[in-house]
């Protein structure tokens, strides 16, 4: 198995640099880096930055958390949509076996 090449990525969340290693692609080190910087630039300036950190940790959790359970509804949704058209064909084949076209 051969791994991805480690990346080193510079960004700035709240005007202080953070060097960050990754085997993810620079990119989306730093799309991810400017969420953080969102969600942390959202809460108010007048809270510790520790409080702001553990605040925005919060935030991009619940949103995880609701991906997820949105993804697990898309994904009943599916497996209940395949059920029944599986039926349906079960159904008409059991049909056109009991009553063949001549």
């Known amino acids: 198995m051969t791994r991805s090449p480690r990346h080193q990525v510079t ?28 969600k942390v630039a959202a809460l108010p300036g007048t809270l510790e930055s520790h409080r702001r950190a553990i605040l925005a940790a919060l935030a991009i959790t619940d949103e995880l958390f609701r991906a997820r359970e949105e993804i697990r509804l898309l ?11 599986a039926e349906r064909m079960e ?12």
């Open 11 to 38: 960004v700035e969340i709240l005007g202080e640099k953070h060097v960050l290693r990754s085997d993810a692609a620079p990119e989306y080190t730093r799309a991810v880096a400017a969420h953080v910087e969102t």
């Open 75 to 85: 994904q009943e949704n599916r497996e209940r949509g395949i059920a029944f058209l």
């Open 91 to 102: 159904r008409a084949l059991q049909e056109a076996e009991r009553d063949p076209v001549s």
